[in-house]
């Protein structure tokens, strides 16, 4: 099997949420990578210094971690 190259196929800014809530859905954030035939996306997240990732955060990236593993996008 040929070695994998990661390299970026697209740069895409999905969403920007509001102060106190993200609203996303799966198909928005992995349309995109399935269109290119990607096999992996990164996600970014910006915190206000010495913040951490909110409970949804976590929830959020859960469920966009679970999605790529069914559609086999790391």
Known sequence: ???KKHRVL???MTLMSSL???VVHQREVFC???LASGTAV???YSHPEGST???D???LTTR??????IMGIA
């Open 53 to 55: 990732p909110c409970s």
């Open 42 to 44: 990164v996600f970014s």
């Open 20 to 22: 106190d809530a993200t």
């Open 10 to 12: 697209r740069v895409r």
């Open 1 to 3: 099997m040929p070695e």
């Open 64 to 69: 966009m971690v679970n999605t790529g593993g």
């Open 32 to 34: 995109g990578a399935a």
């Open 57 to 59: 955060d976590l929830v």
